[in-house]
């Protein structure tokens, strides 16, 4: 992609407006929150002392409506402290311009690093940057520097305590996060009525492990309906698949396959009514003709094979589904799955940023140019005659993400929403003139619209966060003269010193997608081994280890989905890895784990026959995906001699499992269409052939 159209894709990506659920209730209590803390400041310290705390109040609700299942009490305390932290650091340096920028440079950097812990993190980190750059010109005095710090903290407190005070959906993340897990697998067996190899998504499922996690504290309270719906979802879903595919289900038509449609066409219905339970607390209630469909007799005479203990085990789990989705009042049921404390995560995040420290880490290229954008952008702002000069990197550290999509969408976004919003404020300014109570409520109003819409787009953000600051400087009487063009132009000065910074210094993904393909092949091999050997000795063998070799699979596929989402934009050209081959390989891929999860559905029980052929089939594909994983990092098409010869030696016996033996045929198919996707001489080849005969048609 030429850099025109790169700038042309990410503007429009920048600038777009996402239809969202809003939380209005939770913007309200922000937004009453926000106004506690002014009010109260403003009334008993004074306008230095409000605009201060307003930041802690506004940057601290922020940080509670980031995507993270932590609590919101602990999210806008740690918001509010570090914010308070640096802001009483800075005003030590402020004076002494040398030592400022090396205290910026040193805290921006570690804000870069952070966002190897996860985009929560470094919003909060980057964010206390770019708050930093206004706070510290506010105080007068080591005391008054002091006093300032801790108002801010109080704005965090006091967003903490409203969360714990005035609780609105109480687990509500947690439940959409299990609805919208339910939800797909019931649009996904919809699907496979028409389409016996319909892609799934696993997204929705690992959204809803991560929310499944909790604390102790929060295990003794959690609905019991949060609790035991997640896994089932995750077993149905191989079972939806296995009844609805061909090679281990039924044929593709007559009274079998008209059955199967019925059965998936009920489990949607079903698990349609449980995600709406889940979302809503309120009990399920199943369709009358779901119903029958799941309970009728004729299923078990008119499917046979794997297919027919498909059917019953799809029953079975959709009954307990239903039963655990519905609100009850009693204890959770098991063990849950425990989120480590904040405290006990500090040497593992210690450990994540010391890893990205190597010049060839995306996280610490982005450290490097955040830094070089915000010190470079403080001391040309502070050179120019315009005053506020630190707006220039404000905009820049706000805008700026480790990968080239966001910085460059997002640079756009804020100069675009910034002209909007402080045009907006300006007119108001110029028109009411008002005070200093009035500007605070308008401030307050502005940032229950950036609360409100923050996730339906950037550039909506910005509006409302522009008119937010200039409504609360307006507040100490300063004349939108003195602020507004300022504010336009180093913004302006900002984003593209971002823009600049990575274009100079980028990281892109498009190099590292073999390196992103490779892991992928080597998970899924993993995966598909395990299942293949539980057949060859059922009863040494647990779930436990399909589990494990399964989450590690859904990790790197979406890695590899994320990093071609992000290199398709990036206007680089390919090196070793075509767009088309990059979308051959994932297809592979995607059959290979998708055959092996249709094999994970009639996993054998401990005490079933043993098929012993299959124990040199997952050898040869752990030892062949390793291989081939390698030779994908080195540009190579890989080869499956192994994974052959172990079939070829079937033919030659009897393996009894058909499951197991169309499975094996399938997998060797799915890993010939990677070899074929990674061959680029033979896609080029194909491609001049195609073009040759059309060119005979034309003619």
Same mark, same amino acid.
């Given at each position: 992609?030429?850099w025109l159209r790169a700038l042309k894709a990410t503007a429009r990506s920048g600038l777009t407006v996402e239809r969202r659920r809003l939380e209005p209730l939770a913007a309200l209590r922000a937004a009453v929150g926000l106004a506690l803390v002014v009010g109260a400041s403003l009334a008993l310290f004074g306008v230095g002392v409000a605009v201060s705390s307003a930041f802690g109040a506004f940057q601290a609700a922020i940080a509670t409506f980031q995507r993270s299942w932590r ?61 930093m750059l206004v706070t510290v010109t506010l105080p007068t005095s080591v005391a008054d520097a002091a006093g300032h710090a801790a108002m801010i903290a109080v704005g965090g407190l006091v967003q903490a305590a409203l969360i714990v005070l005035v609780p609105i959906r109480r687990w509500g993340a947690q439940r959409d996060a299990l609805a919208d897990a339910l939800a797909a697998e019931a649009d996904y067996a919809r699907r496979l009525r028409h389409d016996p190899y319909a892609p ?318 490779? @892991?992928? !092949? /080597?998970?899924? +091999? *993993?995966? $598909?081994?395990?299942?293949? %050997? #539980?057949?060859? =000795?059922?009863? &040494? ?45 994932? @297809?592979? !891929? /995607?059959?290979? +784990? *998708?055959? $092996?999860?249709?094999?994970? %559905? #009639?996993?054998? =029980?401990?005490? &079933? ?72 001489r033979r896609v080029e080849e194909g491609r001049v052939e195609e073009r040759r005969v059309e060119g005979r048609r034309g003619g």
């Amino acid at each position: 992609m030429s850099w025109l159209r790169a700038l042309k894709a990410t503007a429009r990506s920048g600038l777009t407006v996402e239809r969202r659920r809003l939380e209005p209730l939770a913007a309200l209590r922000a937004a009453v929150g926000l106004a506690l803390v002014v009010g109260a400041s403003l009334a008993l310290f004074g306008v230095g002392v409000a605009v201060s705390s307003a930041f802690g109040a506004f940057q601290a609700a922020i940080a509670t409506f980031q995507r993270s299942w932590r609590p919101r009490p602990t999210l806008a305390l740690a918001s509010g402290t570090s914010l308070a932290v640096s802001t009483f650091l800075g005003y030590l340096t402020g004076a002494h311009v040398a030592l400022f920028l090396a205290l910026l440079a040193l805290w921006t950097f570690l804000a870069g690093l952070a966002w190897a812990t996860g985009p929560t993190t470094g919003i909060i980190a980057s964010s206390n940057v770019a708050i930093m750059l206004v706070t510290v010109t506010l105080p007068t005095s080591v005391a008054d520097a002091a006093g300032h710090a801790a108002m801010i903290a109080v704005g965090g407190l006091v967003q903490a305590a409203l969360i714990v005070l005035v609780p609105i959906r109480r687990w509500g993340a947690q439940r959409d996060a299990l609805a919208d897990a339910l939800a797909a697998e019931a649009d996904y067996a919809r699907r496979l009525r028409h389409d016996p190899y319909a892609p799934f998504d696993p997204v929705p499922l690992m959204t809803a492990r991560s929310a499944a996690a909790v604390s102790p504290r929060q295990a003794r309270r959690r609905p019991a309906e949060l609790h035991g719906a997640r896994g089932l979802a995750e077993r149905i879903r191989p079972v939806l698949a296995s009844l609805a595919d061909p090679a281990v289900g039924v044929p593709d038509g007559g009274p079998q396959r008209d059955r199967v449609r019925e059965l998936l066409a009920a489990a949607g219905a079903v698990l349609d009514t449980a995600a709406h339970a889940v979302r809503h607390g309120r009990p399920a209630t199943i369709p009358p003709a779901a119903l029958a469909v799941l309970r009728t007799p004729d299923t078990g005479t008119v499917l046979t094979g794997p297919a027919r203990r498909a059917a019953a085990r799809l029953a079975a789990l959709l009954e307990d589904v239903v039963e655990t989705a519905t609100p009850t009042d009693r204890a959770g049921v098991g063990e849950p799955r425990e989120r480590p404390s904040l405290l006990s995560l500090l040497p593992v995040a210690a450990r994540t940023v010391r890893g990205e420290l190597r010049p060839a880490s995306p996280v610490f290229r982005h450290a490097v140019r955040v830094t070089a954008v915000v010190t470079g952008g403080y001391a040309i702002g502070a050179a120019l005659p315009l005053g506020h000069g630190y707006w220039a990197p404000m905009a820049a550290v706000m805008a700026m993400r480790p990968d080239f999509t966001q910085t460059y969408s997002r640079s756009v976004a804020r100069f675009c929403g910034t002209l909007l919003g402080v045009a907006l404020a300006t007119g108001v300014v110029q028109a009411a003139h008002p005070g200093r109570y009035t500007s605070a409520a308008l401030a307050v109003a502005c940032a229950f619209g950036m609360y409100l819409l923050m996730r339906t787009g950037y550039a909506v953000a910005q509006v409302c966060v522009s008119a937010y600051v200039v409504f609360l400087l307006g507040m100490g009487g300063a004349e939108w003269t003195q602020t507004v063009p300022e504010r336009v132009v180093l913004t302006l000065l900002g984003g593209v010193l971002a823009m600049v910074a990575y274009a100079v210094y980028p990281a892109w993904e498009t190099p590292r997608l073999r390196t992103r393909l490779a @892991d992928w !092949l /080597a998970a899924d +091999g *993993r995966y $598909a081994a395990c299942v293949v %050997a #539980h057949y060859a =000795d059922p009863a &040494a063998r647990g779930p436990e280890a399909v589990r494990r070799t399964l989450l590690a699979t859904r990790d790197a596929r979406v890695a590899w989905q994320e990093a071609v989402e992000r290199a398709a934009h990036e206007p680089v050209r390919h090196r070793g890895l075509s767009r088309a081959a990059a979308a051959g390989a994932g @297809d592979a !891929l /995607a059959q290979l +784990g *998708r055959v $092996a999860m249709l094999m994970e %559905a #009639h996993l054998p =029980d401990r005490d &079933a026959a043993p098929v012993p052929a299959a124990a040199a089939l997952a050898e040869a594909l752990r030892l062949a995906t390793e291989q081939g994983a390698r030779a994908v990092r080195e540009r190579r098409v890989p080869a499956w001699d192994g994974v052959r010869e172990a079939l070829a030696r079937w033919d030659a016996g009897t393996v009894p499992d058909p499951v197991v033996r169309n499975g094996g045929r399938l997998l060797l198919e799915a890993l010939d269409a990677l070899s074929e996707a990674l061959d680029e001489r033979r896609v080029e080849e194909g491609r001049v052939e195609e073009r040759r005969v059309e060119g005979r048609r034309g003619g």
